[in-house]
């Protein structure tokens, strides 16, 4: 398998849910990336990781939490999440996050808070 | 700040019409990158091409073309003879060495193209 693997691809959760959306790429790259897709908005990023290390956090709420285990893993941990927060949420890589590559990104989990 | 504008929210052609997507960027770096994808209804974008701040020079890929003008901060995406298939959203996106290295994204494009 190649490119950028996201799961679930969709996802429906109740307001006092738990639940995690993982991100998975098989391309050798060093940054991972969240961005969260609203409709009729610009992409927002949300957290950067280079190296395992998160690099950026754009004022992003704490309902939603990061991890990154290893360069090919990152997680989004959602809990206690509000209506607003439904969105499509596109994971992405690139070789380094400081370097000018482009970002590959996988398909999406598509998220619905009700 | 940086900033990119693609005012064009949504665009109709009939197959194997030419059609241009325009892009506007906003940014104080001199050196920086900017970028085109395609986002079809699967959701994941496609990258398209990457173009740094020092080359001008437009550039052919097949049915597409792009055409950079820092003087008018624009990098504007043509797709010749239009094909159902291409109907997608497209994205410009802008990224400079600032210190954040963030991928900054416009609004994006809905094309349609009609059979």
């Known amino acids: 398998e190649t490119g950028v693997t996201q799961t679930p691809r969709h996802l429906v959760m109740g307001m006092t849910n738990k639940k995690s959306l993982k991100c998975e790429q098989h391309?050798?790259?060093?940054?991972m990336y969240w961005y969260k897709q609203s409709a009729k908005k610009p992409l927002e990023l949300m957290f950067v990781y280079n190296f395992k290390e998160q690099t950026e956090n754009n004022s992003v709420p704490s309902r939603f939490s990061p991890e990154c285990p290893n360069s090919s893993h990152l997680f989004l941990h959602l809990h206690t999440l509000q209506p607003e927060d439904s969105a499509l949420y596109l994971c992405?890589?690139?070789?380094?996050?400081?370097?000018?590559?482009?970002?590959?990104f996988g398909q999406g989990t598509r998220l619905t808070v009700v | 700040a940086q900033k990119v504008t693609q005012a064009q929210t949504e665009i109709s052609v009939v197959e194997k019409e030419d059609v241009t997507l325009d892009c506007v960027y906003e940014t104080r770096d001199t050196t920086y990158y900017l970028f085109w994808y395609k986002q079809p209804p699967s959701g994941e974008l496609v990258f398209l091409i990457r173009r740094n701040s020092f080359d001008e020079q437009n550039e052919i890929s097949g049915r597409y073309s792009w055409n950079f003008q820092k003087s008018t901060s624009s990098f504007n995406f043509t797709i010749t003879a239009s094909q159902v298939v291409d109907s997608a959203v497209y994205f410009c996106a802008l990224r400079d060495l600032s210190g954040t290295y963030k991928y900054i994204f416009g609004t994006g494009t809905r094309l349609k193209v009609l059979a």
């Open positions: 992405a890589s690139s070789q380094e996050a400081d370097r000018d590559t482009e970002a590959f």
């Open positions: 391309l050798g790259h060093n940054a």
